[in-house]
């Protein structure tokens, strides 16, 4: 969080029977899509401190299944207003292409001006970039890349006088494969340099494909990203996160990525839904002063769900784990 910010930070202790790095928000899930009048579900979204509260960008499936993206306001970061009617970017040229769908949005703050990256529907899935310094008026740039892919996620500052931004390649459907990697920019348009990061690991819960999740945390050991994993069970997909650790000026090299996951689908919410079985992780709040750290996760594909660590804590399991 800013050191300016006097926004409240969510939390909620550790309950004394719980030996987890990772503990659950006991009135989960934080977001319903009763919400919204239109709400089919909502998940997959971003949260960002923003003047004395906070601000989001949610994903709002409606009930005729188009996927759009909805901004939404909150003082503590639990409780949301969530606008009704989704929300507009305006292109920011004759030539920019508006988007046709959005969804799985992340939204960045870089240099104190705000950046929301999503998946839309320009030809297929890629990644859509836009900037506000409001959260009232949305200024559309062109897409990062071609089609298809998915899971943009800036980093919070430029690493070496360069935007940085995180990746998974896919392809027009649901993509049975996945690997993450680092691309740069001079300007948020032209995008090059790219490098490969880390795939799908040999077996276990993240053998299928990864994605990038939250924007991730600088630390003095490296960038802190927590990322998606996919295991293919014999009754399909299964959605996992956890963590690794990133090179602080080379973040395409990997210092550690814990072989456990942090979280597993286990309770109803994320067992059953849209899409069951599935956690993904799309926002994380830090509180650089307690080290406290609160990951907000799409659950199931319908609701948004809130789960707590600690950064010294998850420092020690993704050199360990």
């Known amino acids: 969080m800013s050191p300016a910010s006097t926004a409240v930070f969510p939390w909620e202790e550790r309950p004394a029977n719980c030996n987890e790095i990772i503990w659950r928000y006991s009135h989960n899930p934080v977001i319903k899509p ?15 401190p923003f003047r004395d509260g906070y601000a ?6 409606n009930r005729v299944r188009q996927m759009r993206l909805h901004r939404g306001f909150s003082k503590d970061a639990v409780h949301w207003e969530i606008d009704e009617d989704p929300t507009v970017f305006v292109p920011s040229g004759k030539d920019t292409a508006p988007f046709q769908y959005g969804y799985d949005p992340r939204v960045c703050t870089i240099e104190g001006r705000h950046y929301v990256s999503w998946c839309n529907g320009y030809h297929g899935p890629t990644i859509g970039l836009a900037w506000t310094d409001d959260f009232e008026e949305f200024h559309q740039l062109e897409n990062a890349f071609l089609p298809y892919n998915r899971n943009g996620v800036l980093f919070p500052r430029k690493i070496g006088e360069r935007y940085a931004m995180i990746s998974r390649p896919s392809d027009t459907g649901h993509t049975a494969f996945g690997d993450i990697f680092y ?8 995008w090059g340099r790219h490098r490969h990061v880390m795939g799908p690991a040999a077996e276990g819960w993240d053998a299928t494909k990864i994605g990038g999740g939250p924007v991730p945390i600088e630390t003095s050991e490296g960038w802190l990203l927590f990322y998606h994993g996919v295991l293919t069970s014999c009754n399909g997909f299964v959605y996992s996160f956890g963590v690794a650790l990133l090179d602080l000026d080379e973040p395409w090299n990997v210092i550690a990525r814990a072989r456990s996951y942090l979280m597993a689908p286990s309770e109803d919410y994320e067992r059953v839904g849209d899409v069951p079985n599935v956690v993904f992780p799309c926002a994380a709040l830090h509180d650089k002063d307690t080290g406290r750290i609160a990951l907000y996760y799409g659950a199931a594909d319908t609701v948004v769900g809130l789960a707590f660590c600690k950064m010294d804590e998850i420092l020690n399991f993704v050199k360990t784990a």
């Open 34 to 48: 009763s919400q919204v009048p239109c709400g089919n579900s909502i998940f997959n979204s971003a949260i960002i």
């Open 183 to 190: 691309s740069e920019s001079p300007d948020l348009c032209f």
């Open 56 to 61: 989001g960008v949610f994903r709002v499936d």
